[in-house]
């Protein structure tokens, strides 16, 4: 999460490390709408000094690219300072939020006592200033003004205050985050309901639906993630059976290219990034999407500790991946795909061997004994054309 800085950045950066060390340390309980079970999460996040061009505009299908909690710091005790300078950066920086309709943000009023002997002449008194900034801005949300007292002193008083304050930033970032992450999930259920309109974009739907797949497995839910990308992949194998039974998409004219790459899957990486541009471009073939759904999908069953389930989905893509390049009578140079079945199962095979351990593997060798015989029964024909196209293969398809 990208909460904001605003007000006295020096200030803030001379607390960010300890402020960032012990945000996620205590859980929060997570409570989702729709009846959901609530969840104990830690909430990490990574402040961005604040600038108006961060807020979210108009239409904004993002979770991940803008702060949600915006945040002022200030140690003033200065009569003369907050009228003629604090107060006015206050307001300019509330009426930023408010014209982008932001309405989630917190002042935190930092007491030092060594500022406060250096400016002994106007001081008020601490309740006095908590006033004004409630007064001038808070209104009837007086929860919005919080004081973090003597926060770089070894004492009782500084570590309840820094547990006083990290508590209400756990809250408020929870509420913002929940509040923001429901709109979002509203937004992307009406732009898969105009599914079959014009203009459509899988593609473009596919980056929305994953950037709360991201956000799930920021927050460790990776059960939750994992059904994100379960449901991309049974919406497009649902476009796909419907192709092959007469009903077309516009859409489905980019992933019936002819296959010009089969290197075969890809699951030494999290995310491979070159794939998801083609994926965001529009530009992906049938093999470049099922083979970066499938490394996700792939990524989050090892983090859930499922490695054999992530062979018998492996059988399963390979197979429906034939099916499908025929469905969509995608044109594919002769010994091809056996190739790309070839690599991909050593790849699946691989990439388990290096999540488990030799016990594991002989323990659950019927898991594994599917792929290896898939692999076996799919080389190239001819060994011709097999040396061919390993070559290719090796040198990038």
């Not at 509330?94 to 982008?100: P, Y």
């Not at 913002?176 to 509203?186: M, V």
């Not at 994992?226 to 194998?237: C, P, S």
């Not at 890809?266 to 073939?285: F, T, V």
Request: charged fraction near 25%.
């Amino acid at each position: 999460m990208f909460p904001s800085g605003a007000g006295d950045q020096a200030l803030f950066t001379s607390l960010y490390t300890t402020l960032a060390q012990q945000l996620p340390r205590e859980p929060m309980e997570w409570r989702r709408t729709y009846g959901r079970a609530p969840k104990m999460i830690h909430l990490e996040a990574n402040f961005v000094q604040f600038k108006e061009e961060l807020l979210p505009k108009e239409g904004n299908k993002a979770l991940l690219t803008f702060p949600f909690l915006h945040v002022y710091w200030t140690d003033c005790c200065d009569t003369e300072a907050y009228r003629g300078s604090v107060k006015e950066d206050m307001l300019r920086w509330q009426n930023s939020l408010r014209t982008h309709g932001s309405s989630d943000w917190v002042i935190i009023l930092v007491e030092n006592n060594d500022t406060r002997k250096k400016n002994k002449t106007n001081i008020l008194p601490r309740a006095s200033i908590i006033d004004k900034i409630r007064s001038d801005f808070c209104n009837k949300q007086n929860d919005r003004c919080v004081v973090l007292s003597e926060p770089l002193k070894d004492s009782s008083r500084s570590q309840e205050s820094w547990s006083s304050l990290l508590l209400k930033l756990r809250t408020l970032l929870l509420m913002s985050f929940t509040k923001n992450l429901g709109k979002f999930e509203d937004d992307m259920r009406t732009l898969r309901e105009k599914r079959t309109q014009p203009g459509w974009s899988f593609c473009d739907y596919f980056m929305v639906q994953e950037e709360l797949a991201f956000v799930f497995e920021m927050l460790q839910q990776f059960e939750d993630a994992l059904v994100q990308y379960d449901e991309l992949d049974a919406l497009f194998t649902q476009y796909v059976l419907n192709f092959g039974a007469g009903d077309t998409a516009n859409w489905l004219g980019s992933f019936c290219a002819p296959v010009r790459c089969w290197n075969g899957l890809l699951l030494r990486r999290p995310i491979d990034m070159e794939k998801r541009e083609l994926i965001q471009r529009g530009e992906a073939s049938l093999l470049d999407l099922r083979s970066y759904l499938f490394s996700r999908q792939c990524t989050l069953l090892i983090f859930l500790q499922r490695p054999w389930e992530v062979t018998q989905r492996a059988l399963e893509l390979l197979h429906n991946c034939v099916q499908e390049l025929r469905l969509l009578e995608v044109s594919v140079l002769e010994g091809a795909l056996d190739c790309w079945v070839f690599l991909s199962c050593l790849e699946v095979l691989h990439r388990i061997e290096g999540c488990c351990d030799q016990v594991q593997l002989a323990a659950n060798c019927s898991h594994t004994v599917g792929l290896w015989a898939y692999a076996t029964d799919k080389p190239p024909a001819e060994p011709e054309t097999q040396t061919a196209l390993a070559s290719q293969t090796l040198c990038g398809g």
